[in-house]
């Protein structure tokens, strides 16, 4: 299993310009999640999912969107990039095998490194 | 909200050190409590759990214990070699809330031959 992966690992991006990170999981995990790592900072969250066809905000959304139409692959989408979403973005999965999902580990992509200049 | 505390700055030791991190935290309920640990350049793994109170998570030599009336999960290890230098993120996880974290800012762990 390749686990979680992300594409691409590497991006500058100008003012304005917009993207869509990528992410794809091949471990039939039905919980997806975007957190961005600041220089010094924890992990905040941006978005994340219950399964398909499910999203919700997480901590920090201004500026995201995200959509989930596969078990698979949650993308995320940056319409209008500006300097302050110059970060690394992780994206994870995780399985909840009882009622509780608190107790489960996620597993996080390598990341992607975005610069907005 | 939620929230989780780490120490701050980095540390530093040297080989065969004894490491200790502080985590404390902040929670409405009874949240699971994690330790994450990010290599240069790689995501992060988990490197050990603890979902409810006295429970003791513990992994590759460290060990970590959920304790409740102190609201803390301290990272502990004997004796760390060169390849535990890494950065380690606190975090923890509601009940009922999706598996959302809520992390620490991280503490850099370096340890010097």
């Known amino acids: 299993n390749a686990g979680v992966t992300q594409t691409p690992k590497f991006r500058i991006l100008k003012i304005g310009q917009s993207m869509t990170l990528q992410c794809t999981q091949d471990?039939?995990?039905?919980?997806m999640y975007w957190y961005r790592q600041d220089p010094g900072m924890g992990l905040k969250l941006i978005y994340y999912s219950v399964g398909a066809g499910i999203t919700d905000k997480g901590e920090v959304p201004n500026g995201y969107n995200v959509s989930r139409s596969t078990t698979e692959d949650f993308p995320l989408r940056l319409e209008l990039a500006a300097p302050s979403q110059t970060s690394v973005y992780f994206c994870a999965s995780s399985y909840p095998t009882t009622w509780d999902s608190s107790r489960e580990t996620q597993y996080f992509g390598p990341g992607t490194r975005l610069l907005v200049l | 909200g939620d929230s989780v505390t780490q120490m701050e700055g980095p540390v530093t030791l040297s080989e065969e050190a004894f490491l200790t991190i502080n985590c404390t935290y902040t929670?409405?309920?009874?949240?699971?409590l994690f330790w994450y640990v990010q290599y240069p350049g790689e995501g992060l793994q988990l490197l050990l759990k603890a979902t409810k109170a006295d429970d003791k998570g513990s992994n590759k030599g460290f060990e970590a214990t959920y304790r409740k009336e102190t609201t803390s999960f301290h990272l502990e290890k004997g004796s760390v070699q060169v390849s535990d230098s890494a950065v380690y993120f606190c975090a923890l996880s509601e009940t009922l809330g999706n598996n959302r974290l809520a992390f620490g800012k991280g503490n850099q762990v370096v340890v010097i031959p």
């Open positions: 929670a409405t309920g009874y949240p699971s």
């Open positions: 471990m039939n995990h039905n919980y």
